[in-house]
């Protein structure tokens, strides 16, 4: 399975950008996705993620209420909608997938398997 992210870029503070992460290789379907992301010097901490059906989804509490997560299965893409940005939310921000991780694990990095290379979103205030 190969992750592609894309769709950073610089914006100002209040602004928004939309995330896209497009899984080759096999059906996204099949895998929970997730966004993590990280900033200069910190750990990779949990953005959002989607479950495999009924798309239940999961926030931290630091993007609840301005992010939204979605998945085409059609297009195996995953989107992040990220509105009302600060620059707080700085960061290279990463898609994530595996097939098996339970709700308990979802927000944890280490248990992914697949991981995009990451794309930069740079929030300037």
């Known amino acids: 399975v190969q992750l592609q992210a894309s769709g950073g870029g610089l914006v100002q503070a209040g602004g928004s950008l939309r995330l896209s992460c497009v899984v080759s290789?096999?059906?996204?379907?099949?895998?929970?996705m997730g966004w993590f992301r990280q900033a200069p010097g910190k750990k990779r901490e949990f953005v959002s993620a989607?479950?495999?059906?009924?798309?239940?989804?999961y926030y931290s509490d630091f993007v609840k209420g301005r992010f939204t997560i979605s998945r085409d299965n059609a297009k195996n893409t995953v989107y992040l909608q990220m509105d009302s940005l600060k620059p707080e939310d700085t960061g290279v921000y990463f898609c994530a997938a595996d097939q098996g991780i339970i709700q308990s694990s979802i927000r944890v990095p280490d248990m992914y398997d697949y991981w995009g290379q990451g794309t930069l979103v740079t929030v300037s205030s």
């Open positions: 290789g096999r059906p996204a379907r099949n895998y929970v």
């Open positions: 989607t479950t495999k059906s009924f798309g239940t989804t």
